[in-house]
């Protein structure tokens, strides 16, 4: 199973409310990242977990959080949403070795009103 | 300035014309990966080229790291091409691998 699973598919938030998404993958990558697509726009890298580490990318290190509770999951989480987080978040997944190639989840559509 | 540049940024054709999109970058890379995705659907990884061309049915992939572009050819397209294609620079920076993604072309195929 190559797929990259995301839930929900779409979500709607209040401006200030916290926001939880979630993804997973069965395929043991040791790699998941999120990046984060507005129409017109390349998707961007938000932060990616390698194995148990965290990096996040500079200029979105304070609007970002996320967990990787087992291999198998990683969650993004946006503490008090605000009208810019608008977007679709993409989850990605990829094994090391020479072959790096990135697995993308179908993606959740997030809507803060 | 922005890393990756995709060409054109849309493309109209008639069933059975084949197509070609580009992308140039700016920086070094590991390797040129290109994505396609139908409306609502997920990205899909289509070609990892570091270099050289790749085949895949009806598609070929051409990395030119020397003059840094990568183009994806469609041969006999068909309506079912239709669709958004992205191409994303992999570089290894800071230990880690990333994607610099392109804006992408939105192809449509005209029955």
């Known amino acids: 199973d190559t797929t990259v699973k995301q839930n929900p598919r779409y979500k709607l938030a209040r401006v200030g409310k916290p926001v939880n998404l979630i993804c997973s993958q069965t395929?043991?990558?040791?790699?998941m990242y999120w990046y984060q697509k507005k129409p017109n726009q390349a998707p961007k890298l938000l932060l990616f977990?390698?194995?148990?580490?965290?990096?996040r990318e500079a200029d979105t290190f304070e609007k970002f959080q996320s967990s990787r509770p087992n291999n198998s999951f990683c969650s993004l989480y946006i503490g008090s949403a605000g009208l810019e987080y608008s977007a679709m978040y993409l989850c990605?997944?990829?094994?090391?070795?020479?072959?790096?190639?990135?697995?993308f989840g179908p993606g959740t559509r997030l809507t803060v009103l | 300035g922005q890393q990756v540049q995709q060409s054109p940024a849309s493309l109209v054709l008639q069933e059975g014309e084949n197509a070609e999109l580009q992308c140039n970058f700016s920086?070094?890379?590991?390797?040129m990966q290109w994505f396609y995705q139908r409306p609502g659907g997920s990205l899909v990884s289509l070609f990892y080229?570091?270099?050289g061309t790749k085949h895949s049915g009806r598609l070929t992939s051409t990395t030119v790291i020397k003059e840094r572009r990568s183009s994806l050819h469609i041969s006999s397209s068909q309506t079912t091409d239709s669709g958004t294609y992205l191409c994303?620079?992999?570089?290894?920076?800071?230990?880690?691998?990333?994607?610099?993604f392109g804006k992408g072309t939105q192809l449509i195929i005209q029955p």
């Open positions: 990605a997944s990829s094994r090391e070795g020479a072959l790096k190639r990135q697995y």
């Open positions: 395929m043991n990558h040791d790699t």
């Open positions: 977990y390698y194995d148990k580490i965290l990096n």
């Open positions: 920086t070094s890379l590991n390797s």
């Open positions: 080229n570091p270099s």
């Open positions: 994303a620079l992999e570089q290894d920076t800071e230990g880690a691998d990333r994607l610099t």
